[in-house]
């Protein structure tokens, strides 16, 4: 029976991972109460799938794997935790949240994308990127478009836009193939290689020419995701491109759209 370290965890969080552990190893209601000499009842209340924890709950200072592990029952002390005076409690709660995957977070989480510490501001998009709903799509394009926001939030911003594949997030992100921060400019790219919409050929292929070779590369990449001919005449130019990286993508790339072997 897998219960040490539970004891170091607030009830009724850590008779809700030993329930769930014994069931994980295959006991059954009766059994696991037999194990723990609880009633059917108590069991079954910890099994039921909507089954929550207090409100009162924390788990803002606990190991993230934990909130991960108790998964939906852990989401509403988690939400409350978003709102908590130390940047650790946050910053546990947002990304336990990503984790957990549970949509009643989408809006709790978007509020966090204006948190005052921009750590937490990045791993509230990620969340959002986890989660995939369509309801965070503005908050995250907003997030991009916001030249106030750190260039590591707006590019985690392009990341998560790409994880969510709406082709109306093509138009900021072909925008943001321009920022002044390198970084915003590869992620974008990445992002519309993901999306994979025939209107972003042109714009990868106009960042063929970027002064950076990580943005060339991932546009590059990209091009090979959408899978457009167009992009062929500029992928066989890149072939020279001074990076030796960004060479052999442009050969594998040919190689994916033309259907030939340019190694």
């Known amino acids: 029976m897998r219960t040490r370290g539970y004891l170091l965890i607030p009830q009724p969080q850590a008779e809700l991972l030993i329930v769930r552990s014994l069931q994980e190893e295959g006991l059954n209601d009766d059994e696991i109460a037999a194990q723990l000499q609880w009633s059917e009842n108590k069991v079954r209340r910890y099994l039921d799938e909507d089954y929550e924890l207090p409100r009162t709950a924390s788990f803002g200072r606990q190991p993230i794997g934990i909130s991960t592990r108790i998964g939906k029952p852990a989401v509403k002390p988690l939400i409350a935790d978003l709102k908590d005076n130390d940047p650790l409690v946050r910053s546990n709660a947002v990304q336990a949240l990503g984790a957990i995957k549970d949509p009643r977070a989408v809006e709790p989480l978007i509020a966090v994308l204006n948190d005052k510490d921009p750590l937490i501001q990045r791993q509230a998009v990620k969340a959002l ?14 997030v991009l478009e916001d030249r106030e926001k750190k260039p590591h939030v707006r590019m985690s911003a392009a990341e998560a836009l790409g994880r969510m594949g709406d082709s109306s997030a093509v138009e900021p992100l072909v925008a943001a193939l321009n920022d002044q921060h390198w970084d915003v400019r590869g992620h974008a790219a990445e992002a519309l290689g993901r999306i994979r919409d025939p209107s972003a050929v042109e714009p990868l292929i106009a960042a063929l020419k970027d002064q950076d070779a990580t943005v060339r590369g991932n546009a590059v990449d990209g091009l090979a995701q959408i899978n457009d001919p167009r992009a062929i005449e500029a992928l066989s130019a890149a072939l020279t491109d001074k990076s030796k990286t960004v060479r052999k993508k442009a050969a594998r790339a040919l190689t994916v759209i033309a259907g030939e072997d340019f190694w």
Not at 131 to 140: G, H, M, Q
């Open 129 to 142: 990127g986890r989660i995939n709903d369509l309801r965070a799509l503005e908050p995250l394009i907003g």
